[in-house]
């Protein structure tokens, strides 16, 4: 018995200690107002433990490989065969998969190609879902299976007109 109690509290104490942030599409991203988008950040944070931008990160890091893939196969058959290819695409991927969506305002993308195989993308959007967008470039190197580094260069939750990140590709 004294065993069965020992691993009993050894099973609840792992489980404390791992926190897991789950995600469950209802709607795209282009259907979620600008106030839900900050309620359901909110409820994750209360119920995960973890920051506002945690959340948002890893909401942007879990699309790519699990949700954009399922939804939106198509897209991931003509984006590229590389991260540096698909970021090039992900301009055309707002304009398809908002066609159907009345009153979306898809972010505008911006690419300068920098020395040394560096690129900076330039994001303008009424929403400044930044932390999201550095989200979904590491969701991007995690499809396909290289570690991207991502630095945000200038913010528009700082002031700024947009927000520009900078990728280095390994």
């Excluded at 069965?4 to 509290?9: D, G, P, V």
């Excluded at 897991?20 to 839900?36: M, P, R, S």
Aim: a positive charge; glycine letters at 6%; proline letters at 4%.
């Amino acid at each position: 018995k004294k065993k069965k109690k020992k691993k009993k509290r050894k099973e609840r104490k792992r489980k404390k200690k791992k926190k897991e942030i789950f995600f469950f599409k209802q709607k795209t991203a282009y259907e979620i107002k600008e106030c839900d988008w900050s309620s359901d950040v909110c409820s994750s944070d209360l119920v995960s433990g973890l920051s506002v931008e945690t959340v948002m990160l890893e909401y942007g890091k879990f699309m790519v490989p699990n949700t954009l893939k399922k939804y939106y196969s198509t897209y991931f058959k003509i984006a590229g065969s590389s991260p540096r290819e698909f970021l090039l695409n992900m301009g055309r991927v707002h304009e398809h998969v908002t066609k159907g969506i009345t009153g979306a305002k898809p972010p505008q993308l911006k690419y300068e190609e920098l020395p040394n195989g560096r690129m900076l993308i330039h994001y303008f959007s009424e929403r400044r879902l930044c932390v999201v967008l550095r989200g979904l470039i590491l969701g991007v190197g995690i499809f396909f299976n290289q570690q991207l580094d991502v630095h945000e260069t200038v913010c528009m939750l700082k002031g700024d007109d947009r927000c520009t990140m900078e990728i280095t590709f390994p």
